[in-house]
């Protein structure tokens, strides 16, 4: 027993090759990065590395890393411990060949069974042909026995046809054979999507690209995470299945409580339970629910600390749903003790998008731990779109910046930024309302402009539903 977990758990120095989805392709190098991030490895790929391929080898990580990362990873598909590879099958069997004979026999003895997987990319091969590729691999010194059913080993032969379905080449752009280690988790796509969520709304999030950011964000166990715009909390569920405690506020009282209007077709109310505690408790989860309440993001409701290990959201963008904040138009005065009476409810206006930003990224470098992450979606409109966009923080590092397009002319980023100094103390909040300075200037003219733009195109001012009040 000592010596199997000696095989199977410590073969460090080994090249590992990760097979990745092919879909969502921006979002899969920051994915792995953040994920080798949260054991403290770095990121060592082979030389000739094609961030699109579906194929990565990975340098310095152990058989452990490994398997930690395909628990996580929703990008990837599987993992193997690379026995070799080349660009023939003539090439692949010289590498094979060269394979310290001790790294394979712990996986070949004759008490063992095992099995053969033929994988092809870009190309279908028929069974004869995958049964002729098995075959040719007769010169590897296997002595257990086959099992197709139960096989305590599996390896695959995996070919590439490159990328291009309508240029196919008749022979593969690269072979590679090696031990299967783990799958990646891409079940949560399909176990976790919203068509069957118990509680939904118009904007809730992808599944997929929920757990991506919570990845993206290194959520890990006991983490604390929140949302400042919850909706139906499609992010809390991903975080909390990694293990974090997750909490977050929405103005939109309907969506806090669970009532008002549903969002399924077949159905015109949403019905008793259908909240965000209940989506939590569908996945199993419920334990690290901590709350939500009904909150405006541009006010501040933490006291000054940091209080969260990741901040990971989906702020409105007033295409489907308001971007509305408290406050009015007409100024309301604040009574001189600072308190409203119980009668009052705040009356509601627009919540200019540049502002959602500056406020997001203050609030964040406020309330993140130091190395803590924010994770959110920035609109873009492609033609105007430009790096120096980006909102910026000096308390904030970018780590990543993916676009997922939309249409021909529209996409949303997924910004990653990490905190990496406390704010200053000229910088808090309280310092600056005294000074009656505008908290951080995260927005440059360019960016102002741009966002000014972007809410114009964003729809009319009156097309948008009113949250509070008038
Ligand atoms: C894109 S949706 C978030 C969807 C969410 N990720 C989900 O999966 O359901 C944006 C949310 O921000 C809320 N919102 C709009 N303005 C807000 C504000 N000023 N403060 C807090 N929440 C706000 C909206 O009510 C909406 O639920």
Redesign the pocket.
């Known amino acids: 027993m000592r010596i199997k977990m000696a095989t199977t758990l410590n073969r460090s120095c080994n090249q590992y090759l990760i097979h990745l989805a092919q879909d969502n392709l921006d979002f899969r190098l920051p994915e792995i990065k953040a994920l080798l991030a949260l054991r403290g490895k770095p990121f060592h790929p082979r030389t000739n590395f094609t961030e699109k391929s579906p194929f990565w080898c990975l340098d310095g990580l152990c058989e452990e890393d490994v398997r930690g990362i395909m628990a996580r990873s929703v990008c990837a598909k599987s993992a193997f411990e690379l026995w070799g590879h080349g660009q023939t099958h003539s090439e692949l069997k010289t590498s094979l060949l060269n394979y310290p004979l001790e790294n394979m026999l712990p996986f070949m003895h004759k008490d063992s069974t095992y099995k053969i997987n033929v994988y092809t990319f870009n190309k279908t091969l028929e069974f004869a042909d995958r049964i002729k590729r098995i075959d040719a691999l007769d010169y590897l010194p296997f002595e257990g026995a086959v099992s197709l059913k139960s096989p305590e080993h599996i390896f695959c032969l995996l070919e590439d046809y490159g990328t291009d379905p309508n240029n196919i080449p008749e022979h593969p752009n690269y072979i590679y054979f090696g031990r299967w280690i783990a799958d990646g988790q891409r079940e949560l796509i399909r176990s976790h999507s919203v068509k069957n969520r118990h509680f939904i ?1 118009n ?3 992808d599944a997929g690209l929920s757990f991506i950011m919570a990845n993206h964000a290194k959520v890990k166990e006991n983490d604390l995470v929140f ?9 809390l569920v991903a975080c909390s299945q990694f293990g974090a405690y997750v909490c977050g ?4 009282f309907n ?1 806090i409580h669970g009532k008002g209007r549903s969002s399924r077709k077949s159905q015109k109310w949403r019905g008793p339970d259908e909240n965000i505690r209940a989506n939590l408790r569908q996945y199993g989860t419920e334990k690290m629910y901590v709350d939500v309440m009904v ?4 006010k501040p409701v933490w006291r000054e600390a940091a209080l969260f290990d990741a901040i990971i ?5 007033g295409i489907r ?5 408290t406050g009015s138009h007409k100024d309301i005065s604040k009574p001189h003790d600072g308190i409203y009476v119980d009668s009052h409810v705040p009356v509601s206006q627009a ?1 200019h998008l540049s502002d959602i930003f500056t406020d997001l990224l203050h609030s964040s470098a406020l309330h993140l731990v130091m190395g803590g992450r924010l994770v959110y979606w920035l609109p873009v409109y492609r033609p105007e779109y430009c790096e120096e966009m980006v909102p910026l923080h000096p308390c904030l590092r970018v780590i990543s910046n993916c676009e997922q397009t939309l249409s021909s002319h529209t996409a949303r980023r997924l910004i990653t930024m990490e905190k990496i100094k406390e704010p200053e103390e000229l910088d808090s909040l309280a310092h600056m309302e005294d000074l009656h300075l505008s908290p951080y200037q995260g927005h440059n003219a360019f960016r102002e402009k741009y966002f000014s733009g972007l809410n114009k195109r964003c729809g009319k001012e009156e097309d948008r539903p009113h ?1 509070n009040g008038q």
């Open positions: 709304g904007t809730s999030m949302d400042p715009f919850v909706g139906t909390g499609s992010l506020t929405d103005i939109d969506t909150s405006d993001a541009s959201t989906d702020p409105p963008y749903e308001s971007t509305r904040r919540y949250v």
